[in-house]
T-cell receptor, first 113, second 109 residues
Framework: EPEVTQTPSHQVTQMGQEVILRCVPISNHLYFYWYRQILGQKVEFLVSFYNNEISEKSEIFDDQFSVERPDGSNFTLKIRSTKLEDSAMYFC???????????FGSGTRLTVV | GQSLEQPSEVTAVEGAIVQINCTYQTSGFYGLSWYQQHDGGAPTFLSYNALDGLEETGRFSSFLSRSDSYGYLLLQELQMKDSASYFCSPEAAGNKLTFGGGTRVLVKP
């Protein structure tokens, strides 16, 4: 069954450093998303991406965050200057308008120290 | 605006039936999705109701009443592996999923 692949599975970074989280969505999907989940809290929407541009973003997705689809397969989330409160599990997801449901990747656990 | 209500926790024994209710308020409502998330895992899509009525997928069924802004997920023949959090998410314009606090289901032997 097709799956969304995320790398790395764990990342530890120093406060103030830049991180790039990588995702390979399902190949025929058209919509891509980033969500995050702080430990013990609910899953929060960050951004959706369609047709090579951001279609919606949340208040969390401030100027420190950016997304890119640098080629036909990868979808990345960059955090420019990480803060302690950015520590969370980051999930990438993709969807196809011709079918129901999102497919989530297994996540990247980001720890900012 | 948008609001979403689910019970925070449900406990049941193996083999039992559990119903998780969901009430929502969403402008531009398209349909209601259900996701399962095990601790430390990613959300997994379970079902989607675009129309009123019951959708059955194996041991899990989902129901929607658009006029009541209400839906439920029915888990039958509960198994230990069904211990997880379950989220309803109304889908609206913009195709964005929104997760509430979810319902934690604890299955006991």
């Amino acid at each position: 069954e097709p799956e969304v692949t995320q790398t790395p599975s764990h990342q530890v970074t120093q406060m103030g450093q830049e991180v790039i989280l990588r995702c390979v969505p399902i190949s025929n999907h058209l919509y891509f998303y980033w969500y995050r989940q702080i430990l013990g809290q609910k899953v929060e929407f960050l951004v959706s991406f369609y047709n090579n541009e951001i279609s919606e973003k949340s208040e969390i997705f401030d100027d420190q965050f950016s997304v890119e689809r640098p080629d036909g397969s990868n979808f990345t989330l960059k955090i420019r200057s990480t803060k302690l409160e950015d520590s969370a599990m980051y999930f990438c997801a993709s969807s196809d308008p011709r079918s129901y449901g999102y497919t989530f990747g297994s996540g990247t656990r980001l720890t900012v120290v | 605006g948008q609001s979403l209500e689910q019970p925070s926790e449900v406990t049941a024994v193996e083999g039992a039936i559990v119903q998780i209710n969901c009430t929502y308020q969403t402008s531009g409502f398209y349909g209601l999705s259900w996701y399962q998330q095990h601790d430390g895992g990613a959300p997994t899509f379970l079902s989607y109701n675009a129309l009123d009525g019951l959708e059955e997928t194996g041991r899990f069924s989902s129901f929607l009443s658009r006029s009541d802004s209400y839906g439920y997920l029915l888990l039958q023949e509960l198994q230990m592996k069904d211990s997880a959090s379950y989220f309803c998410s109304p889908e609206a314009a913009g195709n964005k999923l929104t997760f509430g606090g979810g319902t934690r289901v604890l299955v006991k032997p």
